[in-house]
């Protein structure tokens, strides 16, 4: 290594290894500019002896608080991959997990292992988008068979409408639960809770059950269909229970009672209104002005 | 030429050696008070820029579009014939995804009860769904760690849908004849024939942009993708 005070042409990245040991030693580079400019932004790799030093103190507490690895700002792009960084074996593994929920086993604990990820929720949202709308059409289709005046429509609308409920209801409630829950420990000075992506993540793979539930509702059978969105509403609902049964149950019993009712209730109303509106075995009455249907709120079925 | 603009301190050194560039430099010694600029400019050479050679501006408006179809031309022939090329990838170009997303979405028009709101989709929506979910799917591919360049993954996507614009046409001539149950069986098998034509066409130019782990999960997007273009293009049903 040269000394500062060695007059030979020297490389940058030495120059800016001596400045950043002692930056009072006075130098001398050809570049003139960068002498006094320390080499503060991390340029050749000499330099970032330094800096990872401070990188590395500041990502241990950050996994302390939250379990996740924010690696940039969020407006860089490396800061969203962090969120894709699965395999196919682990999507399919928390996909699993979601159908399958056995009683001790939380599914954040136990399959995201903090490292939730937002592939899957969004796939599965968009494939469930698809799912319904396609099985709605193909259900109407098949109920109207017989009949000589129908003619066929592919109903295109419910589309957008089918994706502004899903992924409201995907992103939604999950911010009101967390910030719910974390008002909660502030409160109550407690430990422990899930981290924002967490509970996205929770309630995007416990949305899976629903895709194969609405391929099965074409079967035209009504006793069927009941069956099969109970069967999906418990194995999906206890997916969530089990999930925020740990965290509530410190609380009071009135709270932790009231907010695992009110995440069953939210997330049976999903399945009943997307069935109630998408799986339509009404009499087809012809209507002359088309009015916007309700969501997932009455039980009666609008004619389209 | 090298410039440097000492200052006034240091003014006679430098004029003494104004003559020798770099030689003033062994006896000065800077300190950190001192600020030092610098500036070097060097001069562009003599020899002629490169472009000229390559300019396309007096070329005849007729050869330049003929250029570009061509182009457009060579990758459908790549599209209908698969193998694992560069060329598609090499050379991008968002044209003919335009021309096919057009195409497409005209066939699309004209479906049963345009004015009611039940219809088939809007011209629009068919844009919507053919550029944002290429954009969707280029982004997922790029989150997951894919080493293809944003508009390459359009391009190829783009391109990709041909079989499907092929497959809409044939149902629009195939309905012309008939809508009963024999022309959607027909429908149905061309229709399945060309999205799958469609998905293994645009996963031979996109699998090997993935590490080996993560394939699949770049690979069903993709399948999702030209699923929903095929029951677009299976559900047109014509006004009567």
């Known amino acids: 290594m040269a000394s500062p005070h060695d007059l030979q042409f020297q490389e940058f990245e030495e120059a800016a290894e001596l400045l950043s040991a002692d930056p009072g030693a006075s130098t001398l580079s050809m570049s003139a500019s960068n002498s006094i400019n320390p080499a503060g932004e991390g340029e050749g790799e000499d330099v970032k002896l330094d800096l990872s030093e401070d990188e590395e103190g500041q990502e241990e507490s950050s996994e302390l608080l939250g379990g996740q690895k924010p690696t940039g700002g969020f407006w860089t792009f490396e800061y969203y991959q962090s969120f894709w960084d699965v395999d196919t074996v682990q999507v399919l593994d928390r996909v699993k997990g979601s159908v399958m929920p056995l009683p001790g086993r939380n599914f954040i604990k136990h399959h995201l292992r903090s490292n939730p990820d937002l592939y899957g929720p969004f796939w599965i949202c968009v494939t469930l988008v698809f799912s319904v709308v396609i099985s709605g059409n ?87 269909r009941w069956t099969l969105i109970l069967f999906a509403m418990v194995v999906s609902g ?32 999903l399945a009943i209104g997307c069935k109630m509106y998408f799986f339509q075995t009404a009499v087809h009455v012809p209507t002359t002005a088309p009015t916007p249907p309700p969501l997932h709120i009455t039980g009666s079925t609008r004619p389209h | 030429i090298v410039e440097r603009h000492l200052p006034s301190k240091m003014a006679t050194a430098a004029e003494e050696e ?47 579009v003929l250029r570009d179809l061509r182009a457009v031309g060579k990758k459908f022939v790549h599209v209908l014939y698969p193998k694992r090329s560069t060329a598609l990838l090499r ?55 894919g080493t293809i360049s944003f508009f390459q993954s359009l391009c190829v996507l783009g391109y990709c849908i041909l079989p499907l614009t092929v497959a809409m046409a044939v149902c629009r001539i195939v309905l012309v004849a008939g809508s009963g149950s024999v022309s959607f069986a027909v429908r149905l098998v061309v229709v399945t024939a060309s999205f799958g034509w469609s998905t293994f066409a645009s996963t031979a130019f996109l699998a090997d942009s993935q590490p080996a782990n993560r394939k699949a999960l770049v690979v069903y997007p993709v399948f999702l993708f030209y699923f929903v273009i095929g029951w677009m293009v299976l559900t047109f049903s014509p006004s009567q």
């Open chain 1, 138 to 224: 193909l259900s109407t289709f098949l109920s109207e068979l017989g009949n000589p005046s129908y003619h066929y429509r592919p109903q295109f609308h419910r589309v957008t409408i089918a994706a502004v409920v899903i992924f409201m209801y995907a992103w939604l409630v999950p911010i009101g639960l967390w910030g719910f829950l974390t008002w909660r420990q502030g409160a109550e000075r407690q430990i422990g809770g899930y981290s924002f992506l967490e509970t996205v993540c929770v309630y995007g793979y416990s949305l899976f059950i629903y895709i194969p539930t609405s391929v099965l509702w074409i079967i035209p059978f009504e006793w069927l």
């Open chain 1, 238 to 269: 206890s997916v969530l229970v089990l999930t925020f049964w740990p965290v509530v149950r410190d609380d009071t019993k009135v709270m932790s009672v009231a907010t695992v009712v009110t995440i069953v209730v939210l997330h049976t109303l």
């Open chain 2, 18 to 64: 104004a003559n020798r560039p770099f030689a003033g430099l062994s006896d000065v010694s800077i300190s950190e008070d001192i600020p030092v600029e610098g500036d070097i400019s060097v001069p562009v050479g003599p020899s002629a820029r490169r472009d000229d050679e390559f300019s396309t501006l007096d070329e005849p408006v007729k050869e330049t």
């Open chain 2, 91 to 145: 050379d991008w170009d968002l044209w003919g995804p335009l021309l096919l997303c057009v195409t497409l979405a005209l066939l699309l028009q004209g479906g049963a009860a345009d004015s009611d709101y039940q219809g088939g989709p809007q011209f629009a929506e068919v844009f919507v769904i053919v550029w944002f979910g290429s954009i969707i799917i280029t982004i997922n591919s790029k989150l997951l760690g």
